[in-house]
């Protein structure tokens, strides 16, 4: 094992080019990789999106698409959805990487002050399949999330699929009072 042997790292853009390459020596040294990777687009907003944030059909929204992975396998695929009309700053580019609270608070000059956030058991589609690296039809776990503002308005929608035959979720209940 390597002298990194035990050790955690987050490699932004590792999926591919340099990240990969760093990615990969990481791992030959024993380090757990956590990878990430990102797309955007500008885009028209669908029907859900449109419902949730409150936007008028034809209404354009930023689609921040991040990978998550764990050593060499795609773990989650988050997908987030920002009305074009709030991001203010249009030298952006080089930041969509960025945890999507900071994105908003940088270039949309808003905070993010809670998630509504509904948890869907999904099967997933032919697209999310194949960027999890798994069969279409794929049973997943999905959060559907709305993100508030500090005046409560809508600013983003946020959508993330986990693997579940990689990660699993855990809740303890205990009685009122135990």
Partial sequence: MGSLAGKRALVTAGAQGIGLAISEALIAEGCHVVAHYYSS???????????ALGLDEG?????IEKTF????SPVMLTVNR????????AEYKSDEAMPV???LEDHCDRTLGYYLSEIIPVALDADTAEKLGVEPGTLA?????????????????????????LLRFR???RRSGA
């Fill in 41 to 51: 687009s500008e885009g028209a907003a669908d029907s859900p999106t449109r419902e």
């Fill in 59 to 63: 209404a354009r929204v930023l689609i």
């Fill in 69 to 72: 992975r764990e050593d060499e």
């Fill in 82 to 89: 920002i009305p074009a009309r709030i991001v203010s700053d």
């Fill in 101 to 103: 609270y900071e994105f």
């Fill in 141 to 165: 776990i999905s959060f559907d999330e709305i993100g508030f503002d500090q005046n409560n308005e809508p600013i983003v929608r946020a959508t993330s699929y986990f693997r579940d035959d």
């Fill in 171 to 173: 809740l303890i209940r």
